[in-house]
């Protein structure tokens, strides 16, 4: 039998079931706090947590509020039982995707982490991203997963923008014709553009992460690398001129390079930008050499034409004196040899004159190929050089200066000649082409003429390639240095271009251009009847020229054939005497007039007050310019026949009696 309780002890009782119930109270008290916070903190996330069945439709036991703004969805509508299983909401290109990522590692019992799309509610698709994890039982079998969902829409869009702003970089920087690269502090290229590949030859994969000594000779690389370490070193722009060797050729190029913090690395890199100016070294090398041609010209053409007056006077009096004297005189054997030395002084003149300032060409439309042919056969006869002619079946006309053409081809077959003085052969090939765009040789786009002479000589050295075309440059004792100088002038005053190339001990190749002409070739005309040297008795003729002593052997040339002859020493004066005799009823059959008088009016401006005078006058046009436009159009400035100083007694004759004839 118990005793009852004592008071004591129900009192203790009491204390005990109060402090169980205080005790329940307070963790019944945090466990709802804890639950309001769980529930604030899973409605204030960015996103939907959840727990679901392992099924592939994702049977929802559990969402969040977050599904609302996720989804579009309701939490009724998602959980189990719902019409809406969350699997359907998976986009359909990316269930399977998303079934077998988390399948793989779910096997392997780890978490998972996914990227996808879904559809919402509103037909909107979504991007996603979900990381979860497998919840197991007692067995340790998958029971439930348990995860996170997220909506990085705008972050795939920024992705997006990001990715087309680099494409759409890239596309302007492979767009630029310079090339450009990038290279780390190790001098490896790690980024570059297409031009940069283009240079070089190599594909990216090649070229990514290589560096220059890869590909250039050691001697480049280290002037190279001093460029690139200067700039790191000072972090200042560099801007260098290097020649560098690509493909068997040298191209000259000018670097600009500059170092930057890589944003993605923060690593020091250097960015390089590259431009060819090979081209436009050579349109100065050119620029400068005519620029020497022109030079030469103005001294050649003021030399040429005083020399010009001196061989007249040469030649008129040695032809006076050789009439002079009895038939048979030894004295006249001499007087024909001093002709022809003045007649190759005549012929040095006219090279002098090719680079005057009034050496323009004198262009009519002509077979290129008939005036090679002719031109190289008569120049390598009596030679043991072979010549080899080829050309298009329809070889386009040009348009050329016929002489200073006939000169150019003469030069470049005498050149070869002389280059094999033990035989070989000659080969010039002639061609159409059609330029769409200038090709590096000052050439405009249109149909030229490509003419190429090749021999089998003994070749140019490489120290003289470049100075071939010099004026006065040879390597001949007995060279001028005018040929190929003269060559060069002539084929660029017809708009054309010539190149010479080389190897000693391997011939010589020279490649010409000359623009195609638009005009149907010419018929041949026949050549000028042979006109009397007899003089027409009584005939007056007014001589104009600044040198006396060419006017006082003029007027005894014509004199003594039968002519009146009055002299003037420039225009005013000739124009002063024309009109007097005019006045007095005695007008001058035919005037000659120089065309140039330095310091006073020459023939081009008098010939207009002489007609304004006497509209029926009859002027002939002389100088020693025989390439001015003047001479060769000499009608179109009024003149009725022209006279090429330096001009012998009996061609003067006969002048003047074609011009009275008419």
Not at 30 to 45: D, G, I, V, Y
Not at 130 to 138: A, K, M, S, V
């Amino acid at each position: 039998m118990s005793s009852k309780p004592t008071y004591d002890e129900l009192l203790r009782l009491n204390r005990e079931l109060v402090n169980t119930v205080d005790k329940r109270e307070r963790v019944e008290n945090a466990l709802h706090e804890s639950q309001r916070q769980l529930t604030t903190l899973m409605s204030n996330l960015p996103g939907m947590a959840y727990r679901c069945r392992y099924d592939p439709d994702w049977t929802m036991e559990f969402v969040s509020d977050g599904c609302l703004s996720l989804t579009g969805y309701m939490v009724e509508e998602l959980l189990e039982n719902a019409s809406i299983p969350y699997g359907d909401l998976i986009h359909p290109d990316d269930r399977q995707m998303v079934w077998d990522v988390v399948q793989v590692t779910l096997d392997e019992k780890r978490v998972f982490q996914i990227t996808y799309r879904i559809t919402t509610k509103r037909g909107e698709t979504r991007w996603v991203w979900e990381q979860g994890q497998c919840i197991t039982d007692e067995q340790g079998e998958i029971a439930a997963l348990e995860g996170f969902i997220t909506d990085i829409t705008d972050q795939k869009l920024a992705e997006k923008r990001i990715t087309q702003s680099g494409k759409f970089l890239d596309s302007i920087i492979n767009g630029i014709s310079d090339p450009i690269f990038v290279k780390d502090d190790m001098h490896r290229w790690i980024a570059f553009n297409d031009a940069f590949c283009k240079m070089l030859g190599y594909s990216r994969d090649e070229l990514l992460g290589k560096s220059d000594d890869d590909f250039f000779p050691q001697g480049q690389v280290d002037e190279f690398w001093a460029h690139d370490d200067k700039v790191f070193a000072s972090d200042e722009p560099d801007i260098n001129e290097e020649e560098i060797s690509l493909a068997g050729s040298t191209r000259i190029i000018v670097t600009l390079k500059s170092a930057f913090t890589n944003p993605i690395t923060g690593k020091r890199n250097l960015v390089g930008t590259i431009r060819d100016i090979t081209e436009q070294k050579r349109g100065e090398q050119e620029l400068l050499k005519m620029q020497k041609l022109k030079s030469v010209g103005i001294l050649a053409g003021g030399i040429a034409h005083d020399f010009n007056n001196v061989l007249m006077g040469l030649f008129g009096y040695v032809s006076l004196a050789k009439e002079r004297l009895p038939e048979g005189d030894p004295v006249i054997n001499d007087l024909e040899i001093a002709e022809q030395y003045m007649g190759r002084a005549t012929r040095l003149t006219k090279q002098l004159l090719t680079f005057a300032k009034g050496g323009e060409p004198v262009k009519r439309n002509v077979s290129l190929s008939e005036l090679v042919d002719s031109v190289v056969r008569f120049d390598l006869s009596g030679s043991s050089v072979g010549f080899i002619f080829k050309q298009d079946p329809d070889l386009w006309a040009v348009e050329v200066d016929q002489g200073q053409m006939q000169q150019v081809f003469s030069n470049l077959a005498i050149n070869a000649k002389q280059a094999m003085p033990d035989g070989g052969h000659l080969e010039i090939t002639m061609e159409n082409v059609e330029l769409a765009r200038d090709v590096g040789q000052n050439l405009s786009p249109g149909r030229y003429v490509k003419v190429i002479c090749k021999d089998d000589g003994i070749g140019i050295d490489a120290r003289h390639i470049d100075r071939i075309f010099d004026p006065y440059f040879s390597t001949k004792q007995s060279g001028s240095g005018l040929g190929l100088a003269m060559t060069y002038s002539i084929i660029s005053k017809h708009g054309g271009h010539i190149t010479a190339d080389s190897t000693a001990g391997e011939g010589a190749v020279f490649t010409l251009y000359l623009p195609a002409s638009d005009l149907p070739r010419m018929p041949k005309v026949n050549k000028a009847r042979t006109v009397s040297a007899v003089g027409k008795a009584g005939a007056r003729v007014l001589m104009m020229d600044d040198e006396e002593g060419i006017c006082l052997l003029a007027k005894e040339i014509m004199t003594s054939a039968g002519y009146s002859v009055e002299t003037a020493l420039d225009g005013d004066q000739a124009i002063a005497i024309y009109r007097e005799f005019m006045e007095a009823g005695e007008p001058f059959d035919v005037v000659i007039m120089d065309l140039t008088i330095p310091g006073g009016m020459g023939g081009k401006e008098a010939v207009r007050e002489i007609l304004a005078i006497d509209a029926d006058a009859r002027v002939i046009v002389s100088s020693g310019y025989a390439d001015d436009a003047v001479m060769s159009r000499f009608a179109d400035y009024g003149f009725k026949d022209v006279a090429v100083k330096p001009y012998s007694p009996t061609k003067l004759l006969q002048i003047l009696n074609r011009v009275l004839g008419d």
